[in-house]
């Protein structure tokens, strides 16, 4: 039990910083999906350069886990379905004015709204998983 406090110490530590840098403002995200401002996408380029700078040196250094165990990262083949997706996802997010991410820090400030969202992410994650192989992957 006492080990996975940890990840919850993080979490909420995670979620205080989304908070405070305002990414998870509904009126920054419709700034962004309304480019008028440089903000969000800042930071989500920020990100985007991290991760892939992240990879790059897991790759080149063999890098391991904390168990020694050997990282892989699995090539992923891009289809039609990854649009599709990502069109209900940039809807739903323009939509909501919040990323599924950051639902429990919205959660978490008060905004007892976002439970909505937050069951209808879930609700959408399901319906995922039923249909899945009946769609285009």
């Known amino acids: 039990m006492m080990s996975k406090l940890k990840y919850l110490f993080l979490g ?3 979620g205080v910083i989304l908070i405070k840098a305002e990414v998870v403002s ?14 969000m996408y800042g930071i989500i380029g920020s990100a985007i350069v991290v991760g892939a700078i992240s990879i790059l040196l897991i ?11 050997e990282i ?23 939509m909501t004015g919040a990323c599924p991410g950051p639902l429990y820090a919205l959660i978490g400030s008060g905004l007892l709204v976002v439970t909505v969202v937050l069951f209808f992410a879930v609700l959408g994650t399901w319906a995922y998983g039923r249909l899945k192989d009946k769609l285009p992957h």
Request: aromatic share 24%; no cysteine; glycine share 12%.
């Open 12 to 14: 909420f530590i995670f």
């Open 26 to 39: 509904w009126f920054r995200i419709q700034e962004m999906f309304r480019f008028q401002a440089f903000h």
């Open 59 to 69: 790759k080149k250094f063999k890098v391991k886990t904390i168990y020694g165990k």
């Open 72 to 94: 892989i990262i699995a090539p992923k083949e891009f289809t039609k379905g990854n649009i599709i997706g990502g069109l209900i996802f940039g809807l739903g997010w323009a």
